[in-house]
């Protein structure tokens, strides 16, 4: 359940809260040493691995993790070794949305995008229909144990997540330091309904 301060969508106290602690929440991911990262990673992929609705989901999306992130590329490899769908997100240029786009090879299909996310390349774009999707694995800076979460102030997944079907799961993955008592939200910001961490 998302805690509001006020119904307006740009309150300055949870502004202010959010600007905090995104920086106190980075300051810790950016001292996290990557042998850290890949063990903490290998565990929380075995828990979703071990989730039934990832096991029963065909249709798949998934972040491509940043440095700082719980790194997502073992997950979406071995994904579609699985025979799964797996779809990223693919920024439209000019707009503030989210498009997913299937890949079968991360490797060689992805290359750097904006905000130096990876994301297909222009000529290896596949689109894949919102309703199609069963599953996305949703990144954040922070979560609560409501599963609020907090991005990095762009929008971009809230705006996203209203698009998917009602019946598909959305899953946080973060590292244990991201859970945090609660995260402050506005009317816009849409929780996750699970989440994994090691």
Do not use: W
């Amino acid at each position: 359940m998302s805690t509001a301060l006020s119904k307006e969508s740009h309150d300055p106290k949870i502004l202010l809260y959010k600007k905090n602690l995104r920086k106190e929440i980075s300051q810790k991911a950016r001292l996290q040493a990557k042998a850290g990262i890949l063990e903490k990673s290998a565990a929380i992929k075995k828990k979703l691995f071990a989730l039934e609705e990832f096991k029963k989901a065909r249709c798949v999306v998934c972040y491509v993790s940043m440095s700082d992130e719980v790194d997502t590329h073992q997950i979406i490899d071995e994904s579609i070794g699985m025979g799964k769908v797996i779809g990223v997100p693919v920024i439209v240029k000019g707009t503030k949305e989210l498009m997913i786009s299937r890949i079968t090879d991360r490797i060689r299909q992805l290359e750097i995008g904006p905000y130096g996310i990876y994301q297909p390349r222009q000529d290896e774009v596949r689109p894949i229909q919102c309703t199609e999707i069963e599953l996305v694995l949703v990144p954040a800076l922070a979560f609560d144990r409501d599963g609020n979460r907090l991005g990095r102030g762009k929008g971009y997944y809230d705006r996203f997540l209203t698009t998917i079907p009602a019946h598909a799961l959305t899953v946080g993955l973060c590292f244990d330091f991201q859970v945090v008592e609660s995260v402050l939200t506005l009317p816009h910001d849409i929780p996750v309904q699970t989440l994994i961490t090691n």
